[in-house]
C-alpha cells in the first residue's frame, strides 16, 4: 500500500501541524482558518459506501464516508444506526503513539441549552469499530436522542486519530443536503442542513469538495449552486461518485465524462472520479479498494482520461498539491490577521483599563486615577499646558469659551481682568465727571499771561480705570450679570448729592467742615453694586472650576459611571465647601469695607493733594478768565526779546474770593475730593482683593490640594471606593472575553513563529 505520506512534503506537514494548532488555541472562532470540506447531497455518495441508506425509522442512518475513506485510508465500521447529523471533523496527526481522542466544539455564534455539556465532552477509544458508540454518545451531549429532539447540530466533532502510519490531514464531513422532505423530516431540518453547508463554503479560505453523485441528474444536486452564491466556485473541486452506476457507452456516461474533461462547467480546481465501494466491497482493505478502482478506471471509455483526475490515488496527489498552493497563498494574510486582531484587542484592553473586581483593585485603580487627574489640575492651576488633555488653544473663541475651560489659569486670569473691568464700568453708583464740562481745559488766550500758568493747569495723568468708567466697555472680557449702568453726574450735579447728604448728616461741625463718618456714608452708597458684581465673579469662576473638572475626569477615564459618582461622592461637595468658603471671605472684605473709612495707602494723600491743586488751578483759571484783558499792564523785556502782561493781584485774589464765598460748597467740594480719592484706593484694594483672597485662597489653590488630592482620594472608605471604581458586569465580562482572545492571538502567533521557524 502506498502511504500518503508519500504525497506530503515535511513543509506542507509543519504547516498542517500549524493549523491544527490554531484550532486548538480556539482561533477558528475568530478566524476562517484554512480547511476542506467535503459537502454534498445525501444522495451524492458522500457518506456511504456502495450506496445510501435512507430510512427515518430509525434515529440514526448508515455513514459510509467514501471521500474520507478513500483519501485517509481509514475504515469507518459500518452501523446501520449511525448517519452524519453534525459535522466531523477528521484530523490525522503523525506520531509515535496510536491514539483516537474525540472533543466536541461548540458552535460559537449559537447558543444551546446543551452547550455547556457538549463543551465538556471528551472521549477516547482504542479501536475505530468503538466509533459508532462515540458518534451516538457525542449526539446525546449534543441533545439529538430522546423525545423531542433536534435531527441536527451545528457543534463539531472533532476526532484526533494519531499514529506512525498516519498523515496530517484535516477534513471536515459535512451533514448532506435534503432536497426532499418526508413524513420524518422538518422543514426547519431540511433548512438546517442547506444553512450549515452555506455557513462553510461561504468562509474564504475553505476548499470545497463538493461530492456529486453521477446517478442522480446533474441539475438536481445544488451543491454547486450554493459555491457560485457564496462565490467558492474558484475554491471548489468537484468529486463526482458512483461513476460504475452508469451503462458504458451510454449518452448518460458521456455527459458526466465531459464534465469532468471540463467542457462543460469549470471549477477552480477542476473535477475528479472516485468509484465507491460496492456492498460487496465494504470490508476490504484500502489496498484492495484501490485496486478495483483502478481496474475500473482502466476500461471503456476512462481511458481516455488522464490519470490525473482518476481515482483516490491520484486525487491524494491533487489535494497535496492544492493544499500546498492554498495554505501557502492564505497563511501569510492569516498570520497578519492575528496581529492585527491581537494589536485591536490589547487595545481593547487598554481602554477598558485595569481589573477593579476587588477592593484592593479599586483603590489601586482610583489612587492612579487621581495621580494622573492631580498633576493635571496642578499643571492648569500654574498655567502650564504641555499635557496632552490641554490640546491647542482655540484662537477663534473667547478665552472664556467652553472649548477653552481646559486652561484653567488663563480662563481666571481672564475672568479677574473681566471682573476689574466691570468694577471700573459698573461698579459706582454715581459717575461723577472731575469738572461741569467734563476735563480741564487750558486757557483759550493765545500769547497771554496764561502762558505762565500752563503747568499749573495741566491735568494729572488720567487714570486707565477712570477712563473705563467713561467708556461702553464690551470687549468680550467683561462677564454677563448685572448690567445696571452708573448715573452720570457732572461735577456740579455730584457735588448737589454730596451736598444733600451733608445737610442730612452734619453734627456738630463747624461751619465748612465736615465729618469723617460723612465719607463713610457717602462711599457706602456709591459703591453698593460691588457686593454683587463680586458675588456674580465668585459664581462665574466656580463654574468654570467645575467644567474644568468634568472635563480632566472626562479625561482620565471614559467611564461615564466612575466620574460621575466621583463627582458626586468626593468634587461636588469639596468644590461647594470652596465656593462656601470664598462667600465667607468675600462677606469679611464687604464688611470690611462698610466700616469707617481707613486707608493708609499713600496715594491716597497724594491723589487729594493733586485734587485740591486741580481744584484751585481751576479757580484761579476761572478768576483770570473773568478779568477784562484790557486791564492787563504790558511790560516790555527787550532783553530777553518777550512781551509780559501782569495782572493785578488785588483783582485776582477778589475774583477769588467770591468764587469760595460759599463755605457750605467749599465743604461739599472738599468732601466730594476726598470721597473720590477715598473710592479710589479701595477700589484697587478691593479688586485685588477678591482675585487674591478670595479666587485665588479659596478656589484655585484647593483644586490639586484638598479637592482631588491623593489625601482626600485615600480617605475614602471601602464602600466608598467599590461605589465609585466597582467595575460594571458588562466591562468584567468584556474583560474576561477580551483577555481568553488575547491568550487565543498570542498562542497563535507563537504556533506561527515555531512553525515558520524552519523556513527563515
Same mark, same amino acid.
Given at each position: 500500500?502506498?502511504?500518503?505520506?508519500?504525497?506530503?512534503?515535511?513543509?506542507?506537514?509543519?504547516?498542517?501541524?500549524?493549523?491544527?494548532?490554531?484550532?486548538?488555541?480556539?482561533?477558528?472562532?475568530?478566524?476562517?482558518?484554512?480547511?476542506?470540506?467535503?459537502?454534498?447531497?445525501?444522495?451524492?455518495?458522500?457518506?456511504?459506501?456502495?450506496?445510501?441508506?435512507?430510512?427515518?425509522?430509525?434515529?440514526?442512518?448508515?455513514?459510509?464516508?467514501?471521500?474520507?475513506?478513500?483519501?485517509?485510508?481509514?475504515?469507518?465500521?459500518?452501523?446501520?444506526?449511525?448517519?452524519?447529523?453534525?459535522?466531523?471533523?477528521?484530523?490525522?496527526?503523525?506520531?509515535?503513539?496510536?491514539?483516537?481522542?474525540?472533543?466536541?466544539?461548540?458552535?460559537?455564534?449559537?447558543?444551546?441549552?446543551?452547550?455547556?455539556?457538549?463543551?465538556?465532552?471528551?472521549?477516547?477509544?482504542?479501536?475505530?469499530?468503538?466509533?459508532?458508540?462515540?458518534?451516538?454518545?457525542?449526539?446525546?451531549?449534543?441533545?439529538?436522542?430522546?423525545?423531542?429532539?433536534?435531527?441536527?447540530?451545528?457543534?463539531?466533532?472533532?476526532?484526533?486519530?494519531?499514529?506512525?502510519?498516519?498523515?496530517?490531514?484535516?477534513?471536515?464531513?459535512?451533514?448532506?443536503?435534503?432536497?426532499?422532505?418526508?413524513?420524518?423530516?422538518?422543514?426547519?431540518?431540511?433548512?438546517?442542513?442547506?444553512?450549515?453547508?452555506?455557513?462553510?463554503?461561504?468562509?474564504?479560505?475553505?476548499?470545497?469538495?463538493?461530492?456529486?453523485?453521477?446517478?442522480?441528474?446533474?441539475?438536481?444536486?445544488?451543491?454547486?449552486?450554493?459555491?457560485?452564491?457564496?462565490?467558492?466556485?474558484?475554491?471548489?473541486?468537484?468529486?463526482?461518485?458512483?461513476?460504475?452506476?452508469?451503462?458504458?457507452?451510454?449518452?448518460?456516461?458521456?455527459?458526466?465524462?465531459?464534465?469532468?474533461?471540463?467542457?462543460?462547467?469549470?471549477?477552480?480546481?477542476?473535477?475528479?472520479?472516485?468509484?465507491?465501494?460496492?456492498?460487496?466491497?465494504?470490508?476490504?482493505?484500502?489496498?484492495?479498494?484501490?485496486?478495483?478502482?483502478?481496474?475500473?478506471?482502466?476500461?471503456?471509455?476512462?481511458?481516455?482520461?488522464?490519470?490525473?483526475?482518476?481515482?483516490?490515488?491520484?486525487?491524494?496527489?491533487?489535494?497535496?498539491?492544492?493544499?500546498?498552493?492554498?495554505?501557502?497563498?492564505?497563511?501569510?494574510?492569516?498570520?497578519?490577521?492575528?496581529?492585527?486582531?491581537?494589536?485591536?484587542?490589547?487595545?481593547?484592553?487598554?481602554?477598558?483599563?485595569?481589573?477593579?473586581?476587588?477592593?484592593?483593585?479599586?483603590?489601586?485603580?482610583?489612587?492612579?486615577?487621581?495621580?494622573?487627574?492631580?498633576?493635571?489640575?496642578?499643571?492648569?492651576?500654574?498655567?502650564?499646558?504641555?499635557?496632552?488633555?490641554?490640546?491647542?488653544?482655540?484662537?477663534?473663541?473667547?478665552?472664556?469659551?467652553?472649548?477653552?475651560?481646559?486652561?484653567?489659569?488663563?480662563?481666571?486670569?481672564?475672568?479677574?481682568?473681566?471682573?476689574?473691568?466691570?468694577?471700573?464700568?459698573?461698579?459706582?453708583?454715581?459717575?461723577?465727571?472731575?469738572?461741569?464740562?467734563?476735563?480741564?481745559?487750558?486757557?483759550?488766550?493765545?500769547?497771554?499771561?496764561?502762558?505762565?500758568?500752563?503747568?499749573?493747569?495741566?491735568?494729572?495723568?488720567?487714570?486707565?480705570?477712570?477712563?473705563?468708567?467713561?467708556?461702553?466697555?464690551?470687549?468680550?472680557?467683561?462677564?454677563?450679570?448685572?448690567?445696571?449702568?452708573?448715573?452720570?453726574?457732572?461735577?456740579?450735579?455730584?457735588?448737589?448729592?454730596?451736598?444733600?447728604?451733608?445737610?442730612?448728616?452734619?453734627?456738630?461741625?463747624?461751619?465748612?467742615?465736615?465729618?469723617?463718618?460723612?465719607?463713610?456714608?457717602?462711599?457706602?452708597?456709591?459703591?453698593?453694586?460691588?457686593?454683587?458684581?463680586?458675588?456674580?465673579?465668585?459664581?462665574?469662576?466656580?463654574?468654570?472650576?467645575?467644567?474644568?473638572?468634568?472635563?480632566?475626569?472626562?479625561?482620565?477615564?471614559?467611564?461615564?459611571?466612575?466620574?460621575?459618582?466621583?463627582?458626586?461622592?468626593?468634587?461636588?461637595?469639596?468644590?461647594?465647601?470652596?465656593?462656601?468658603?470664598?462667600?465667607?471671605?468675600?462677606?469679611?472684605?464687604?464688611?470690611?469695607?462698610?466700616?469707617? %473709612?481707613?486707608?493708609?495707602?499713600? @496715594?491716597?494723600?497724594?491723589? =487729594?493733594? +493733586?485734587?485740591? &491743586? !486741580?481744584?484751585?488751578?481751576?479757580?484761579?483759571?476761572?478768576?483770570?478768565?473773568?478779568?477784562?484783558?484790557?486791564?492787563?499792564?504790558?511790560?516790555?523785556?527787550?532783553?530777553?526779546?518777550?512781551?509780559?502782561?501782569?495782572?493785578?493781584?488785588?483783582?485776582?485774589?477778589?475774583?477769588?474770593?467770591?468764587?469760595?464765598?460759599?463755605?457750605?460748597?467749599?465743604?461739599?467740594?472738599?468732601?466730594?475730593?476726598?470721597?473720590?480719592?477715598?473710592?479710589?484706593?479701595?477700589?484697587?484694594?478691593?479688586?485685588?482683593?477678591?482675585?487674591?483672597?478670595?479666587?485665588?485662597?479659596?478656589?484655585?489653590?484647593?483644586?490639586?490640594?484638598?479637592?482631588?488630592?491623593?489625601?482626600?482620594?485615600?480617605?475614602?472608605?471601602?464602600?466608598?471606593?467599590?461605589?465609585?471604581?466597582?467595575? %460594571?458586569?458588562?466591562?468584567?465580562? @468584556?474583560?474576561?472575553?477580551? =483577555?481568553? +482572545?488575547?491568550? &487565543? !492571538?498570542?498562542?497563535?502567533?507563537?504556533?506561527?513563529?515555531?512553525?515558520?521557524?524552519?523556513?527563515?
Amino acid at each position: 500500500m502506498a502511504s500518503i505520506e508519500d504525497s506530503w512534503t515535511v513543509e506542507l506537514r509543519k504547516l498542517l501541524e500549524l493549523l491544527d494548532d490554531l484550532k486548538l488555541a480556539g482561533l477558528n472562532q475568530i478566524f476562517h482558518l484554512p480547511q476542506i470540506i467535503v459537502v454534498g447531497d445525501q444522495s451524492s455518495g458522500k457518506s456511504s459506501g456502495a450506496h445510501y441508506y435512507i430510512c427515518w425509522s430509525k434515529p440514526f442512518l448508515t455513514i459510509r464516508c467514501a471521500v474520507l475513506n478513500a483519501i485517509m485510508q481509514i475504515l469507518f465500521p459500518r452501523s446501520e444506526e449511525l448517519c452524519t447529523k453534525f459535522p466531523i471533523q477528521v484530523i490525522l496527526r503523525h506520531g509515535d503513539t496510536d491514539y483516537i481522542r474525540a472533543r466536541i466544539d461548540p458552535d460559537a455564534a449559537r447558543q444551546t441549552r446543551n452547550k455547556a455539556k457538549a463543551k465538556k465532552f471528551t472521549k477516547e477509544i482504542k479501536d475505530m469499530k468503538d466509533f459508532p458508540a462515540l458518534v451516538d454518545e457525542a449526539a446525546g451531549a449534543m441533545g439529538l436522542t430522546g423525545t423531542n429532539s433536534n435531527a441536527f447540530s451545528s457543534e463539531v466533532l472533532t476526532v484526533e486519530i494519531c499514529g506512525p502510519d498516519r498523515p496530517d490531514l484535516t477534513l471536515v464531513d459535512l451533514p448532506g443536503t435534503i432536497l426532499n422532505r418526508t413524513g420524518a423530516q422538518s422543514q426547519a431540518d431540511i433548512d438546517f442542513t442547506h444553512e450549515i453547508a452555506e455557513h462553510y463554503i461561504r468562509m474564504p479560505r475553505t476548499i470545497v469538495l463538493a461530492v456529486i453523485s453521477a446517478k442522480t441528474d446533474f441539475a438536481c444536486q445544488g451543491i454547486l449552486e450554493k459555491c457560485a452564491k457564496h462565490n467558492a466556485i474558484d475554491r471548489t473541486m468537484g468529486i463526482i461518485t458512483k461513476p460504475d452506476v452508469l451503462d458504458a457507452g451510454s449518452k448518460s456516461e458521456k455527459t458526466w465524462l465531459n464534465r469532468v474533461k471540463g467542457l462543460d462547467r469549470q471549477l477552480g480546481h477542476g473535477w475528479h472520479l472516485l468509484r465507491n465501494r460496492t456492498e460487496k466491497e465494504l470490508n476490504f482493505s484500502s489496498n484492495q479498494r484501490d485496486e478495483v478502482e483502478a481496474t475500473f478506471f482502466s476500461k471503456g471509455a476512462y481511458r481516455e482520461l488522464t490519470r490525473d483526475i482518476l481515482g483516490v490515488k491520484s486525487l491524494r496527489n491533487r489535494l497535496s498539491s492544492v493544499l500546498d498552493q492554498h495554505l501557502r497563498k492564505e497563511l501569510p494574510s492569516l498570520r497578519r490577521e492575528i496581529n492585527q486582531k491581537l494589536h485591536e484587542t490589547e487595545n481593547s484592553l487598554v481602554k477598558l483599563g485595569d481589573a477593579r473586581t476587588t477592593t484592593n483593585e479599586q483603590r489601586t485603580c482610583l489612587l492612579k486615577l487621581t495621580m494622573k487627574l492631580s498633576e493635571i489640575v496642578k499643571d492648569a492651576a500654574r498655567g502650564y499646558y504641555d499635557s496632552p488633555f490641554f490640546g491647542v488653544a482655540n484662537v477663534e473663541e473667547a478665552v472664556t469659551s467652553e472649548t477653552n475651560t481646559r486652561r484653567l489659569r488663563a480662563v481666571v486670569e481672564e475672568q479677574n481682568l473681566g471682573f476689574r473691568l466691570k468694577v471700573c464700568k459698573r461698579g459706582a453708583k454715581y459717575n461723577i465727571k472731575r469738572t461741569s464740562k467734563g476735563r480741564v481745559r487750558k486757557p483759550k488766550i493765545e500769547r497771554s499771561p496764561m502762558d505762565v500758568m500752563n503747568s499749573i493747569f495741566i491735568a494729572p495723568d488720567e487714570d486707565p480705570e477712570d477712563l473705563a468708567s467713561d467708556m461702553d466697555i464690551d470687549d468680550g472680557r467683561c462677564p454677563k450679570g448685572s448690567e445696571a449702568k452708573p448715573i452720570s453726574l457732572s461735577r456740579e450735579e455730584g457735588l448737589e448729592w454730596v451736598s444733600k447728604v451733608l445737610k442730612r448728616s452734619h453734627g456738630r461741625e463747624l461751619p465748612g467742615n465736615f465729618s469723617p463718618e460723612l465719607i463713610g456714608q457717602l462711599f457706602k452708597e456709591n459703591s453698593e453694586n460691588w457686593k454683587i458684581l463680586a458675588e456674580e465673579h465668585v459664581e462665574n469662576v466656580a463654574f468654570c472650576c467645575k467644567s474644568f473638572l468634568i472635563s480632566a475626569l472626562k479625561h482620565v477615564t471614559n467611564e461615564p459611571n466612575v466620574y460621575d459618582r466621583l463627582l458626586e461622592l468626593k468634587v461636588d461637595g469639596a468644590l461647594e465647601n470652596a465656593c462656601k468658603a470664598a462667600q465667607k471671605e468675600l462677606k469679611k472684605i464687604i464688611e470690611d469695607m462698610n466700616r469707617a %473709612p481707613m486707608t493708609y495707602n499713600p @496715594e491716597f494723600t497724594s491723589m =487729594l493733594v +493733586r485734587r485740591r &491743586q !486741580l481744584r484751585y488751578s481751576s479757580t484761579v483759571q476761572a478768576g483770570l478768565e473773568s478779568i477784562n484783558p484790557q486791564d492787563y499792564t504790558v511790560n516790555l523785556e527787550d532783553r530777553w526779546g518777550t512781551t509780559r502782561f501782569v495782572v493785578d493781584p488785588l483783582k485776582l485774589a477778589n475774583k477769588i474770593e467770591e468764587a469760595t464765598a460759599d463755605v457750605g460748597r467749599e465743604a461739599a467740594t472738599g468732601a466730594l475730593d476726598c470721597l473720590q480719592a477715598y473710592y479710589k484706593c479701595e477700589r484697587r484694594y478691593f479688586i485685588d482683593a477678591v482675585a487674591k483672597q478670595v479666587i485665588e485662597r479659596h478656589l484655585i489653590q484647593p483644586l490639586p490640594t484638598d479637592i482631588v488630592s491623593l489625601t482626600a482620594i485615600a480617605s475614602l472608605t471601602d464602600e466608598e471606593v467599590g461605589y465609585v471604581m466597582a467595575e %460594571p458586569a458588562e466591562t468584567t465580562r @468584556e474583560r474576561d472575553f477580551l =483577555l481568553e +482572545r488575547k491568550n &487565543q !492571538l498570542e498562542s497563535g502567533r507563537r504556533s506561527f513563529e515555531k512553525a515558520l521557524r524552519p523556513f527563515r
